[in-house]
């Protein structure tokens, strides 16, 4: 069963940086897309970055210039490189990948890993 395994979050300064990791663990195939969404207290989960598997990436607004989206295609993990990090930025960020061909060919999501800004 192929589960996306999160790590990387935590407690950082205003203007500080942090580096989100999401592997696909179980599985053997490639993968269409990989992303990050995420999730402010109160608000709707949104895209924040994803990158598909010729290379094409797509970026919201709010975080173009400041986070790097990049993935590597033979361990079916995806990074999210995140710097002059803001307090807005505080939310809950979620791994999305998919369609997984062992899991029926549907978008999977990790369970999601906290990113808090803050002095």
């Known amino acids: 069963q192929v589960q996306l395994v999160e790590s990387g979050g935590g407690l950082v300064q205003p203007g500080g940086s942090l580096r989100l990791s999401c592997a696909a663990s179980?599985?053997?195939?490639?993968?269409?897309?990989m992303g990050w969404y995420r999730q402010a207290p109160g608000k709707e989960r949104e895209l924040a970055a994803r990158i598909f598997i010729g290379g094409i990436v797509d970026y919201a607004d709010f975080v173009k210039g400041r986070f790097t989206i990049s993935r590597d295609h033979a361990k079916n993990t995806v990074y999210l490189q995140m710097n002059s990090l803001k307090p807005e930025d505080t939310a809950v960020y979620y791994c999305?990948?998919?369609?997984?061909?062992?899991?029926?060919?549907?978008?999977?999501w990790g369970q999601g890993t906290l990113v808090t800004v803050s002095s």
């Open positions: 999305n990948a998919g369609p997984v061909p062992e899991s029926g060919y549907r978008e999977l």
């Open positions: 179980g599985s053997r195939f490639s993968i269409d897309h």
